[in-house]
């Protein structure tokens, strides 16, 4: 069993930075690609960024590049993402996600996922 907690999250103004953290617990983390997604009310989930288990490779989203990173550290179980010159259309509900595929980069499926943190952007 795995267990994904989301942090992070809060009220900032258009052009801010955030840093969210997805603290992870149970199975070996550092053998599995990590993502984050998110979600805005009325809009389907979108694919924000996804890191492999090295953290050597990274995909992002056409929305975010650029302006968001996506980091890891396997020691403490935890995947990163900074958000910085966010704008009111990143409100959502953010999301981690465990890659299914041991080792394997892009993810191909997801196995487990966290509760997710609210991010809102006040223009």
């Known amino acids: 069993q795995v267990q994904l907690v989301e942090s992070g999250g809060g009220l900032v103004q258009a052009g801010d930075s955030l840093r969210l953290s997805c603290a992870a617990s149970g199975r070996t983390f550092s053998n599995y690609p990590m993502a984050w997604f998110r979600q805005a009310p009325g809009e389907e989930r979108e694919l924000v960024a996804t890191?492999?288990?090295?953290?050597?490779?990274?995909v992002y989203g056409d929305s975010v590049k650029g302006r968001f990173t996506i980091s890891r550290d396997n020691a403490k179980k935890t995947v990163y993402l900074q958000m910085n010159s966010l704008k009111p259309e990143d409100t959502a509900v953010y999301y981690c996600?465990?890659?299914?595929?041991?080792?394997?980069?892009?993810?191909?499926?997801?196995?487990?996922w966290g509760q997710g943190t609210q991010v809102t952007v006040s223009s």
């Open positions: 996600a465990v890659g299914s595929n041991w080792r394997g980069f892009p993810p191909t499926d997801y196995s487990y």
């Open positions: 890191i492999s288990w090295t953290g050597v490779n990274t």
